[in-house]
């Protein structure tokens, strides 16, 4: 038998509140309660909220849709006026990322954690896309091809210095 995910538990102030957002917002059959959770089926996986008290730790879901169920959900977030972000950072507020040559955005829930929608998963389109994911495909930087170091194809990321700041 193949392993497969079978569900997780997702922290929530409010388990109702929460678990209706997300099948509201993917268009999904209502929360089933089942003990103290309120089970969304997505797929073959169920999202189990619970209530928490106190601060929840973010936690970062990720679902990969079709073009039509982007096209659905980006609309029902528009129509809520959802903030949305092209990136994890919120750097890029308002914006759709096409990396993998696909779509993808990302917004919180009302417990805080960050959903994110996609249509090609991370790294599908290789380094030949046209549009390549700035966490798969290393690309040259100016002056690195004399050292031979590949860096990230997008520094908007935080995850690499600025060129004033580097040490070399």
């Known amino acids: 038998m193949a392993i497969r ?3 997780t ?3 929530a102030h409010d388990k109702a509140v929460s678990a209706s957002f997300l099948t ?3 268009d999904l059959p209502a929360p089933t309660l089942l003990g103290h959770f309120a089970v969304v089926q997505v797929g073959e ?3 189990d909220y619970m209530d928490c008290e106190g601060e929840i730790a973010q ?3 990720a679902f990969l849709v079709s073009e039509i169920e982007f096209d659905e959900i980006f609309e029902r977030i528009c129509e809520q ?3 949305y972000w092209a990136d994890p950072f919120r750097r890029e507020r308002d914006q759709i990322n096409t990396w993998d040559d696909g779509r993808g955005l990302y917004f919180d829930d009302p417990s805080g954690h960050l959903l994110e929608i996609i249509t090609r998963p991370y790294g599908s389109g290789g380094t030949t896309a046209s549009n390549p994911h700035p966490l798969i495909a ?3 930087e100016p002056g690195d091809h004399e050292g031979g170091r590949a860096g990230p194809a997008d520094n908007r990321g935080g995850d690499t210095p600025a060129q004033s700041e580097r040490s070399d």
Request: charged content about 5%; proline content about 10%; aromatic content about 10%.
């Open 5 to 7: 995910l079978n569900h």
């Open 45 to 47: 996986t169920s999202l």
């Open 24 to 26: 509201r917002m993917f």
């Open 81 to 83: 006026q959802v903030p």
């Open 9 to 11: 538990i997702v922290a």
């Open 59 to 61: 936690q970062h879901y």
């Open 138 to 140: 290393p690309t040259l």
